[in-house]
């Protein structure tokens, strides 16, 4: 769509004050943790385009809130997982000897959108050190929030989806669905016996590149769908537009209780 189609699809431009208010509208205030999962385009047209949104976030929660994202490198992963694309056989060795080691000053998340991106490189966003499934955060209790990501258990029970449950932090979908909804991979822990896969990273050791495996739990977002849709009939979560964008917004630990509760029934099926 052309970026003349999307400006006439509003009367009045998307501001970071229209923002903030539509924000406000649908339940974020001062001093809330949030992890935000977002899609620009669906917001329609924005004047400042995702500058003006990490604003709006950050207007809204304030000093004293928290703004949490996923800044997650894929391709930060060992070759032979890789299928979208996939590379030679060949070149595997090349690429665990080669690929820069996960830096969270420089390292692009992958796939994850502008707004992300953006939001990463604010003054005083910090970002946690998990070569694959890093976080970023801003706010009153990001250094807690990122403090501790153990490399196997990069959603588990000290990641930060686990500190933003202790903290009874709040999803917040902006314009995308369940099966962006990274804290349901917290939820997916309490599967009795996970199949585990053999993962690799090239990360930083006392200050030198090092390709690492470890093993962690094979995570699956597949029914993450009908997860959500089944909480959204359970619970009421608050959901209004922000800009054009269809949204949603839910308290993260009633989530993922849920999610825990529904994983471990289908997983007997």
């Known amino acids: 769509m052309s970026e003349a189609s999307v400006i006439n699809q509003l009367e009045t431009p998307n501001t970071r004050t229209s923002l903030r208010r539509d924000l406000v509208s649908l339940g974020l205030k001062k001093g809330m943790v949030v992890i935000v999962h977002s899609s620009l385009s669906s917001l329609g047209w924005v004047c400042g385009g995702p500058v003006a949104v990490v604003q709006a976030l950050m207007d809204t929660v304030g ?38 080691a996960y830096d969270p000053q420089i390292t692009p998340s992958r796939g994850m959108g502008k707004t992300v991106e953006t939001f990463r490189t604010f003054p005083e966003v910090k970002r946690s050190l998990h070569p694959m499934y890093s976080f970023a955060a801003w706010g009153k209790h990001a250094g807690y929030i990122l403090s501790e990501q153990s490399l196997e258990e990069g959603f588990g029970l000290s990641s930060p989806l686990a500190k933003i449950y202790e903290l009874d932090g709040y999803v917040l979908l902006l314009g995308v669905q369940h099966d962006s909804n990274t804290s349901l991979h917290l939820a997916e822990h309490a599967i009795v016996n996970r199949k585990k896969v053999q993962k690799g990273s090239a990360l930083f050791e006392n200050n030198e590149r090092v390709w690492k495996t470890y093993e962690e739990i094979l995570y699956d977002a597949d029914p ?20 054009l964008a269809t949204s949603k917004f839910m308290r993260q630990r009633l989530l993922v209780d849920f999610g825990r509760e529904w994983l471990k029934t289908e997983n007997k099926k």
Do not use: H
């Not at 694309?85 to 665990?96: A, D, G, K, L, Y």
């Not at 993450?224 to 800009?243: Q, R």
């Open 224 to 243: 993450f769908e009908a997860l959500g849709k089944e909480f959204e009939e359970s619970y009421s979560i608050n959901c209004s537009k922000v800009g």
């Open 63 to 100: 000093e004293e809130g928290t703004i949490v994202m996923p800044t997650q490198t894929g391709d930060l992963s060992d070759p032979s997982e890789w299928q979208r694309p996939p590379v030679p056989e060949e070149w595997w060795s090349t690429i665990r000897e080669e690929m820069p």
